[in-house]
């Protein structure tokens, strides 16, 4: 499957991610780091050619606070859609992760979301994602978050686009999809 070009942004750093805790259908406020990733991230796309393109991102507080700094007087065109959230991690959302079960595996970041209790699930996530992609006709610019990023880049670009920067990194930068190809501006 070809999908349309596609820049992804995760939002800035927020409070919760600072103290390294899971929030997923949760918020928190960018934290003034946040806010300095989410203006880097409005230089990278200034620079760049976006006629043509639809903006979308998750409605998260997190998101839509990082879409109205990154882009500028182009936010008001941004609509939002609830299958770009981040992975919903039920009764563990607000937990210092640290205090909770540790995840196993090749991944055990990724694997501690998954064992939460009446969490989402990463197949869940991944259906969503595969939706909203299959539905998209133009090529368009994304504000999203961490996991949610991972599992986009995975479906358009395939598992190599996850040797890339850790997964709950990244605030700053922009991910530029096209042709099955992944580049990561910053
Ligand atoms: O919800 C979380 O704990 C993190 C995981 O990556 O997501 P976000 O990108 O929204 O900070």
């Known amino acids: 499957m070809t999908y349309p070009e596609l820049y992804i942004l995760r939002h800035g750093q927020t409070e919760w991610n600072a103290e390294d805790r899971m929030q997923g259908w ?17 230089e990278i796309l200034r620079d760049l050619d976006l006629t043509g393109f639809e903006f979308w991102s998750s409605p998260s507080g997190r998101a839509v606070q990082t879409a109205g700094i990154a882009c500028g007087p182009l936010a008001e065109a941004v609509h939002t859609d609830t299958r770009l959230r981040e992975i919903g ?8 992760r640290a ?27 991944e259906a969503r994602c595969l939706s909203f992609l299959s539905e998209m006709k133009r090529p368009t610019v994304l504000i ?13 670009v ?15 930068c922009v991910y530029h999809l096209k042709g099955g190809t992944q580049k990561m501006l910053t």
Do not use: F
Not at 89 to 96: E, I, K, N, P
């Open 26 to 42: 949760l918020n928190s406020p960018l934290t003034p780091k946040g806010e300095m990733d989410a203006a880097r991230q409005g």
């Open 144 to 156: 999203t978050h961490g996991i949610t990023s991972r599992v986009i880049r995975s479906i358009v």
């Open 89 to 96: 991690v039920g009764d563990w959302a607000g937990r210092l």
């Open 99 to 125: 205090e909770l079960p540790q995840g196993t595996g090749d991944d055990p970041y990724m694997a501690q979301y998954e064992m939460a209790p009446n969490g989402e699930g990463l197949a869940a996530v």
């Open 158 to 172: 395939g598992k190599d686009a996850l040797a890339n920067p850790s997964i709950h990194g990244g605030q700053g």
